[in-house]
């Protein structure tokens, strides 16, 4: 079983910064890409970001150019650096890891992000 732990969350004026860590351990055998989900009140959960074993990056339309995610592959730790933070972006973020042979159904418990206007 693989177990990723997050931290980071809380609650930022619009315009500031946060950033999210998240930490794998458990029975990981090689990490196809870690990456940052979030979800909303009434809306489905979507992809913010993610990073693959060779460093390469996606991020979602609404996040770009603001957020950044990275990662310290010997730590199996993934961060997100949230810049410009905008109300919209208020959501409880979920991190996730695609493991090789455990899968992609990987998920953290969540940390809420709040950004008030």
């Known amino acids: 079983q693989v177990q990723l732990v997050e931290s980071g969350g809380g609650l930022v004026q619009a315009g500031g910064s946060l950033r999210l860590s998240c930490t794998a351990s458990?029975?990981?055998?090689?990490?196809?890409?870690m990456g940052w989900y979030r979800q909303a009140p009434g809306k489905q959960r979507e992809l913010v970001a993610t990073?693959?074993?060779?460093?390469?990056?996606d991020y979602a339309e609404s996040v770009k150019g603001r957020f950044t995610i990275s990662r310290h592959s010997a730590m199996n730790t993934v961060y997100l650096q949230m810049n410009s933070l905008k109300p919209e972006d208020t959501a409880v973020y979920y991190c996730?890891?695609?493991?090789?042979?455990?899968?992609?159904?990987?998920w953290g418990q969540g940390t809420q992000v709040t950004v008030s206007s």
């Open positions: 996730n890891l695609d493991d090789l042979v455990r899968g992609r159904n990987n």
């Open positions: 458990g029975s990981i055998f090689r990490i196809n890409a």
């Open positions: 990073i693959n074993r060779n460093g390469v990056t």
